[in-house]
């Protein structure tokens, strides 16, 4: 069992940038992947951002150049860098972890990217 905390939601103006943060409750070289997903509101979760333990990453094309998927291994936490951020990242970001063939998800914290 893993538990995901995220954190680092917030308020920002497009431009704008945000940290989010997801803490794992096991270490995190025990986990295969972590992720980023978001929902806005009507449409369906999507991936935003992966790292594997072997430190490859990925990034929806909608995001590259802009976010950047990295973890802290001595905090077993995970992070979404957001810069220059757009109304239409406004949505609610959920963490993912992968470890064992199986997938975890935290309870998600809200973007809202609005002047």
């Known amino acids: 069992q893993v538990q995901l905390e995220e954190s680092g939601g917030g308020l920002v103006q497009p431009g704008g940038s945000l940290r989010l943060s997801c803490a794992a409750s096991?270490?995190?070289?025990?986990?295969?992947?972590m992720r980023w997903h978001r929902q806005a509101p009507g449409k369906e979760r999507e991936l935003v951002a992966g790292?594997?333990?072997?430190?490859?990453?990925n990034y929806a094309d909608s995001v590259k150049g802009r976010f950047t998927i990295f973890t802290d291994n001595a905090k077993n936490t995970a992070y979404l860098q957001m810069n220059s951020l757009k109304p239409e990242d406004t949505a609610v970001y959920y963490c993912?972890?992968?470890?064992?063939?199986?997938?975890?998800w935290g309870k998600g914290t809200l973007v809202t990217v609005s002047s």
């Open positions: 993912n972890a992968e470890r064992l063939g199986m997938d975890f």
């Open positions: 096991v270490s995190i070289f025990s986990i295969y992947a």
């Open positions: 790292i594997t333990s072997g430190s490859m990453t």
